[in-house]
């Protein structure tokens, strides 16, 4: 069964950049679309980005597009989700997913999540 583990969550200042990873064991990530969602204190979860198992689609969340960057190595199973130009309201506890489809909206399209790594940004 797939299993992922998220890592690379920290404090950054705003205007920082962070990368979080995704490491994924149990099965290959190659025939899943991938995606990352976050969940603020007292906020829903959101989707903010995804890229389909091809790696030819990508989706982003309008607050993020211009600043976030999601990619996949599928030869060593990890996917990546690369935060720059960082703010306040970005502070969040991020998942990593994998599913059938690349679509933010609807989190029951994916049937694998970690457990989350938390970004923090502050001065």
């Known amino acids: 069964q797939l299993q992922l583990v998220e890592s690379g969550g920290g404090l950054v200042q705003p205007g920082g950049s962070l990368t979080l990873s995704c490491a994924a064991s149990?099965?290959?990530?190659?025939?899943?679309?991938i995606a990352w969602f976050r969940q603020a204190p007292g906020k829903e979860r959101e989707g903010v980005s995804c890229?389909?198992?091809?790696?030819?689609?990508?989706n982003y969340a309008d607050s993020v597009k211009g600043r976030f960057t999601i990619s996949r190595d599928n030869a060593t199973n990890t996917m990546y989700l690369q935060m720059d130009s960082l703010k306040p309201e970005d502070t969040a506890l991020y998942y990593c997913?994998?599913?059938?489809?690349?679509?933010?909206?609807?989190?029951?399209?994916?049937?694998?999540w970690g457990q989350g790594t938390q970004v923090t940004v502050s001065s």
């Open positions: 149990g099965s290959s990530l190659d025939y899943y679309a």
């Open positions: 997913a994998a599913g059938g489809v690349c679509f933010l909206s609807l989190e029951k399209a994916y049937g694998y």
């Open positions: 890229i389909s198992s091809t790696g030819r689609t990508t």
